[in-house]
């Protein structure tokens, strides 16, 4: 997409028709015919728009997102003063433009808060296993179908270079049937599970969202009790109750991203909107189900398999260099996630 640098300001612009389209599109039918009732809901762009009510937090995501330029910048610049093959790869802001970030490979120490009014939503620890299983193959381009990307994209299929180690698990009954889109299950007051340790740990609650939607995540700068994603269990890893188009562990993969600052690949908007990755190319919409290649929007071809999208698991496999470059930013000196992987 057109990638320049974009205030708070025009950045709440950007997420205003958000939720307008979501209610629109939730009523409607994609042009392969495919209820979107029916088809993967993410709530992470309308629980942005609304923290960015929250002077503090846009304030944060301004600062966020300056800091993420800057590092963009030097990563390229770093890499552009190395003789090629030394020092470690990083993203890519430019178009696939390689870059360094001396980093190196970073581990995320996740805690999976498992809350369960039945027996299937209380998954088990080998379901648990295989979407931290999932994580680390999707971040570090080891999945089986990395290798699918069409020509045009297979350039910028990227190793995140960032992995995953489950520390630990908790369990805890309750009497809801469903937990919505307010964080109550991040809350022992309401019923939930408090955040533990949100700076040195990825926390993720596991738990029946409701409403079709199959997570949510809180993009970096919020409140620290609120910090992580949730996922409803029948969506969470590879086996036991995960169910189909969306047993491939890819939501998680999709709200991890929203966790490390990435946007919707189509920028939550038309096509002037900006994801504020430089190689995906712009788009108006999401995609559903598993398009066929080429799907064209905005006169160009829409990166459909990107995990920030919206297709069915099977069908999603890859971040591009940009995007990794993006996440990365965070755990840089300075960067917002840096505590997580010290």
Request: charge should be negative; proline fraction near 4%.
């Amino acid at each position: 997409m057109k990638k320049t640098f974009l205030t708070v300001a025009i950045a709440a612009l950007l997420f205003s028709c958000s939720e307008e389209r979501s209610i629109a599109e939730d009523n409607a039918i994609t042009n392969d015919g495919i209820e979107l009732a029916a088809a993967r809901k993410c709530y992470a762009a309308e629980n942005f728009e609304k923290m960015l009510l929250q002077p503090e937090f846009a304030k944060n995501t301004e600062s966020i997102e300056a800091q993420t330029q800057r590092f963009i910048e030097q990563s390229v610049a770093l890499a552009k003063a190395k003789p090629a093959g030394n020092g470690k790869p990083g993203g890519g802001g430019g178009g696939g433009t390689p870059v360094a970030d001396n980093l190196g490979v970073l581990n995320i120490p996740v805690i999976v808060h498992v809350i369960y009014n039945t027996s299937s939503q209380n998954i088990s620890d080998a379901q648990i296993n295989s979407q931290i299983d999932v994580l680390n193959a999707d971040f570090r381009k080891t999945n089986s179908d990395a290798g699918q990307a069409p020509s045009e994209f297979a350039g910028l299929v990227a190793d995140s270079e960032i992995t995953f180690t489950l520390a630990s698990v908790t369990r805890t009954a309750s009497t809801r049937t469903s937990w919505g889109t307010n964080n109550a299950m991040k809350s022992s007051a309401n019923g939930g599970v408090d955040a533990v340790d949100p700076a040195n740990f990825m926390n993720i609650w596991v738990c029946n969202i409701g409403g079709g939607i199959l997570g949510y995540a809180q993009f970096p700068g919020g409140s620290a009790a609120t910090d992580g994603i949730v996922v409803s269990p029948q969506y969470f890893g590879t086996v036991g109750t995960a169910t189909a188009p969306f047993n491939g562990g890819r939501t998680a993969t999709h709200e991890v991203g929203h966790y490390l600052n990435l946007r919707h690949i189509w920028g939550d908007g038309r096509c002037r909107q900006d994801d504020f990755v430089s190689d995906t190319p712009a788009s108006d919409r999401a995609n559903y189900g598993c398009p066929s290649y080429p799907t064209n929007n905005c006169k160009s071809n829409d990166m459909t398999m990107n995990y920030m999208d919206y297709v069915d698991d099977a069908c999603m496999y890859m971040f591009s260099t940009g995007q990794k470059t993006r996440m990365r930013a965070l755990f840089a000196p300075g960067g917002v996630r840096e505590s997580l992987v010290n």
